[in-house]
């Protein structure tokens, strides 16, 4: 029996074709993709997976999303592209390097906990770089260009000593990713919420501390 490959492009079935719903079925699968990717990586998820969370038969799904890397694709770029929103939806205001380093932490912050399934995506990444294995920064170049030229700004300006925006980037943006998904795997005893307020408030707390003492010059 002849049977469709990912690369086929199948019309959605009767059900996906009515009215309005062709929108809102591609808003599920990135969705439900999103989890799925998060929870299962990218070599081990499969567009079924996706597919039956949504309700829909994969070769609906193939309408829509051709292949698993177009996919994800298309949802680690609506991630990486709302977090850029919010960076600048939050930065607006900021004058000085030390204020926009520190709206920037805190952005990373509260968008992550909020997302804790991107955050699970961008870990996975830095294990499997298979689905950017041609270009590991393809939607993540703007965030790190914007942490970089805050950076670069603030060494110019005296505020910060001379550092390296990669081992910055590690200390800083890595401990947020670990921070909101770490704790099932702390054992029951560790765990804790990410969102939890007070926990994020001390969190976020400790993330200024070591920005300070990680980039004050000696003589501030």
């Known amino acids: 029996m002849f049977q469709k490959t990912e690369k086929e492009r199948p019309f959605p079935s009767s059900h996906d074709r009515r009215p309005g719903s062709g929108e809102a079925t591609k808003v599920a699968l990135l969705k439900a993709a999103e ?3 998060a929870e299962l990586g990218y070599s081990t998820a499969r567009l079924d997976h996706v597919a039956a969370a949504v309700g829909i038969r994969r070769a609906s799904l193939l309408y829509y999303f051709p292949t698993k890397q177009e996919l994800y694709d298309q949802v680690e770029a609506a991630i990486f592209r709302e977090l850029g929103d919010y960076t600048e939806q939050k930065l607006r205001e900021c004058q000085t390097p030390w204020e926009q ?3 920037l932490t805190d952005v990373w912050l509260d968008f992550w906990t909020g997302r804790p399934t991107g955050a699970r995506i961008i870990l996975r990444i830095t294990a499997d770089i298979t689905p950017r294995v041609n270009d590991p920064i393809q939607f993540a170049g703007p965030t790190i260009l914007h942490f970089e030229r805050i950076l670069r700004a603030g060494v110019e300006q005296g505020e910060f000593i001379e550092c390296a925006a990669s081992d910055l ?13 770490i704790a099932p795997h702390l054992g029951p005893t560790r765990s804790y919420r990410s969102d939890d307020p007070a926990h994020v408030a001390t969190f976020r707390a400790m993330i200024h501390r070591t920005a300070r003492a990680l980039l004050t010059p000696p003589d501030k």
């Open 35 to 37: 989890k799925v990717f």
């Open 101 to 103: 380093l520190l709206a």
């Open 169 to 181: 980037i590690c200390l800083l943006g890595g401990s947020i990713l670990h921070y909101v998904c």
